[in-house]
């Protein structure tokens, strides 16, 4: 039975896709909506993602409200080639899925993101995991919902492994690093689930291949991850599998046990001109004062992975 209200806030791609199922498939929370944002691809192709997915779920009841377009920095988002190499041209592994019948609410997704911290607070679950610019926007409109919301557990940064945009900065902080700087030195209840823990929790096509018993639901969405394995192998970013980074922040959210954690008050890099842009780092002037956040270091990648293996059984199969 579900004892929290959970908010997905994701810039829908393969991954986000993953993290959706999950969420949609744990009975210990309710999934009372999806705020969309730019990241993977653009607004307008994230928030039909979202839709679409919902739609072969057959939770069309979830509603989608559309995020910010762009960072807090720009006026404008173009889609990097290596979100397309990686995701696709249309975020999903070029997989074609039917068009949802419901479209997104006309309520935007930061006045949503408010409105739920005050109705449900402690209760309240947010996972973003794309840019953090939503949640900033929300924080910045009304400070008050940082120390309302209960959780906020977050996919992004990397505190004791490299960055996989530049040696220190992960891509879903990169592509706002002064909103992602803002929500880190803001929001309580923070918990970061960064590339210190994603890139050891690893599906492989043995695993989808599973999937693709389950009926149409499940070959959809091997088609979708097996684009991801391959992007992973093509790229040489692991030739092992592909990492469940968006699906390991929504499990950590619901079963913290998962991970070991270090509470750290925590900050990010603004400094361009030397490069040190998009760094998730303790903030040296806070490091004495009580943490507000923690980031996440370890991983049980066996229990998690089987634990998702069987969540999602129950969402793919017909």
Known sequence: MATKKMILDLDTGVDDALALA???ADPRV?????????????????????????????????????????????????VMQVSKDIHGDNGLGNVTIEHAPRLAEKESGVDFIISAAKEYT????????????????????EPSIATQIGDVTLMGGALTVRGNVTSVTEANINQDAEAADYVFKHQHNLTMVGLDVTLRTLLSKAETK?????????QIYADIFDYYIDAYDRLGIDHRGAALHDPLAVGIAIDPTYATFIDLNM???????????????????KLLDEPISRAAI?????????????????????
Do not use: C
């Open 30 to 78: 309710d999934l009372i909506g999806i705020v969309s944002s730019y990241g993977n691809n653009t607004l307008d192709v994230t928030t039909q993602n979202a839709l679409d997915l919902l739609h072969l779920l057959g939770q069309d009841d979830v509603p989608v409200y559309r995020g910010l377009e762009h960072s807090s920095m720009t006026d404008h988002f173009d």
């Open 210 to 218: 599973q999937w693709r018993h389950y009926g149409h639901k499940g």
């Open 122 to 141: 402690d209760n309240l679950i947010i996972v973003p995991t794309g840019p953090l610019t939503n949640l900033s926007a929300a924080l910045t409109i």
């Open 267 to 285: 900050q990010v890099t603004l400094q361009k001109s030397s490069g040190d842009y998009g760094r998730t780092i303790g903030d040296n002037e």
């Open 298 to 318: 370890d991983v049980d990648a066996v229990r998690y992975t089987r634990d998702f293996m069987d969540f999602i059984a129950t969402t793919l199969k017909d």
């Open 22 to 24: 999950l969420a949609v």
